[in-house]
């Protein structure tokens, strides 16, 4: 049965860098992604790659943020840099098997990991 489990979370001051994995096994995906929930707010995607590995972002991280995939390893990863105080939150992996393109759409994943915590001190 395919599964995504996440570590690196963790905390960081602000200007910080923290770096996010995903493990995928069971199963190969064509699109991935990172959402993230704040305490009292909507799950928002971060970043995702296609089946070419075409990145994607939200306009808060571009510059910030880095997606990237590891084919061999069958990981995600997603680079931090220059945290913010409202870059806190649980971030989750996400991946679809069958999806070409990726979207910044909850719906659209099917496998989901179980989330990690990243907390930003101002």
């Known amino acids: 049965q395919a599964q995504l489990e996440e570590s690196g979370g963790g905390s960081a001051q602000a200007g910080g860098s923290l770096r996010l994995s995903c493990a995928a096994s069971g199963s190969a995906f064509r699109s991935m992604a990172w959402f993230r929930q704040a305490a009292g707010k909507e799950r928002e995607g971060v970043a995702c790659v296609d089946s070419l590995d075409r990145p994607l972002y939200v306009d808060s991280v571009k510059g910030r943020f880095t997606i990237s995939r590891d084919r061999a390893k069958n990981t995600l990863s997603l680079q931090m840099n220059s945290l913010k105080p409202e870059d806190t939150a649980q971030y989750y992996c996400?991946?679809?098997?069958?999806?070409?393109?990726?979207?910044?759409?909850?719906?659209?994943?099917?496998?989901w990991g179980q989330g990690t915590q990243v907390t930003v001190s101002s």
């Open positions: 996400a991946a679809n098997p069958d999806g070409i393109f990726c979207y910044m759409i909850p719906s659209y994943y099917s496998k």
